[in-house]
């Protein structure tokens, strides 16, 4: 059987990166932290995949082991320098983290004299995650495995599509989806292009795809988030049912619509299509998605490359509208939810730090202009909220 490792045994992991894998009979040894997780995975070594549809279908996956990073650090090396395909679904701030970890994995497999190519897949919502990884994973190496890593290592950026919610079940391994999935990845920038999975999209430009993805699925989802948190609402399923909040989606999907359409090759209809099945998968019955969850890590989600920012800058750069989008943006800057730390940073920056500033430090946005938009943005909210 081929080996892979998967950094990441939480919702996507084994929710979607693990069906795919299973599905081109890989071994995955999963690596995670979280120790119920990893025994659960040790015992039972399969799990179930239920979609959460009228059918409730189920998908088996077995084969499957779980490495505790903290405990046993050593046994995720020898997994690395066994490994065919190693993948990442564990979050962008927790990459830096790993980093460490795959290099003296890619050094030992150097020192075994593995020259077989192998790709690091990471399947973050980010634009650029694999190369961001690589940028890390780099710190790390010497200058005998940097040239290792250029010849035969590849870190081709990813697009990775599927709802999976935040749940607890019975099983701490059965996991609940939403029947769509997607994964794309960069073929330029692989190194074993011969190991083709099933159920991946290989493209040679992953630019038009990341970005339709991440700003349609991403910034519409943290449209409803942030607006259904000023609204009250705990959940998307329930936002959703606000006729006003519906609106501010689609109208953000027609900003990001126009600079989809300016910058690549996709025709209205198509992407009219794509963001009306995004609000039937928001609106699924069967899947009950926290606005905690999809709000989660405000602070990163109003990053300069981030779902918000990176399409404000380049509709304003085009003068092309984006008013619904900074309206949200001043959401986020109001978002209060005292479990998740970003949350209660950017609240605790508010208070300590002039509005400008925040928002200069966390967007990174320095057109002033734009800057006074973003401002009044907040501004704007903050007064409907007093
Ligand atoms: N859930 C989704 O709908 C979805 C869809 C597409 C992409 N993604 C992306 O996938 C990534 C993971 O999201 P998720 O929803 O599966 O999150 P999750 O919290 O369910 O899973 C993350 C896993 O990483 C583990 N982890 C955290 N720190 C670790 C460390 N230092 N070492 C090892 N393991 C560690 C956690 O224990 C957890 O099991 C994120 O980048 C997210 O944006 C999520
Ligand atoms: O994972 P995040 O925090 O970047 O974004 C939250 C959700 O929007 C996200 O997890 C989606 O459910 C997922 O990207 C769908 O493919």
């Known amino acids: ?56 279908e189920s998908i088996h996956v077995n084969n499957v082991r779980g490495i505790n990073n903290a405990k046993k650090p050593e046994e ?85 599509d599927r709802i999976v919610p935040n749940q607890a079940n019975i099983d701490p391994l059965h996991v609940i989806v939403e029947p769509f999935c997607e994964w794309v990845v960069d073929e330029s920038q692989m190194k074993n292009k011969e190991l083709q999975i099933k159920g991946v999209h290989y493209a040679n430009d992953l630019e038009p795809f990341i970005e339709r993805k991440l700003f349609s699925v991403n910034t519409g989802h943290a449209t409803v988030a942030y607006n ?6 705990t959940t998307i ?5 606000n006729a006003d909040i519906m609106a501010t ?45 999809v709000g989660r890590t405000p602070i990163r989600k109003l990053g300069y490359d981030e779902r918000f920012i990176r399409p404000i800058r380049e509709l304003n750069a085009r003068n092309l509208p984006c008013d619904t989008l900074i309206a949200t943006v001043g959401k986020i ?15 605790a920056k508010l208070l300590s730090t002039p509005l400008t500033d925040v928002i200069k430090d966390v967007t990174s946005v320095t057109d002033v202009a734009l800057i006074s938009k973003l401002e009044a943005a907040v501004k704007a909210n903050l007064k409907v909220k007093n």
């Open 249 to 293: 989606l689609r109208q953000v999907q027609a900003e990001i619509r126009a600079l989809l359409l300016a910058k690549f090759d996709f025709t209205e209809t198509d992407l009219v299509a794509y963001h009306d099945t995004i609000c039937e998968r928001f609106a699924n019955p069967y899947i009950v998605d926290k606005i905690t969850r």
């Open 333 to 347: 800057f109001t978002y209060q939810d005292k479990n998740d730390q970003q949350a209660v940073e950017l609240q």
């Open 228 to 233: 259904g948190a000023a609204a009250g609402y």
């Open 237 to 241: 399923t329930e936002a959703l049912t």
């Open 76 to 160: 995720v090396i020898t997994a690395i320098v066994n490994a065919d395909v190693v993948t990442t679904a564990i979050g962008p701030n927790i990459l830096p983290f790993i980093a460490q970890l795959l290099a003296q994995g890619i050094h030992a497999r150097r020192i075994a004299n593995n020259a077989t190519p192998l790709d690091v897949i990471a399947c973050e919502n980010m634009i650029g995650g694999s190369q961001f990884f690589l940028s890390k994973v780099k710190e790390y190496l010497d200058e005998a495995d940097l040239t290792y890593v250029n010849q035969y290592i590849g870190f081709p950026n990813a697009a990775v």
């Open 1 to 56: 059987m081929k080996q892979a490792v998967h950094f990441g045994a939480g919702n996507i992991g084994r929710g979607f990166i693990g069906e795919i894998l299973h599905q081109n009979d890989f071994e995955i040894a999963f690596v995670d932290v979280n120790e119920t997780i990893i025994d659960a995975l040790n015992t039972q070594k399969e799990y179930d995949i239920e979609l959460a549809s009228d059918a409730h």
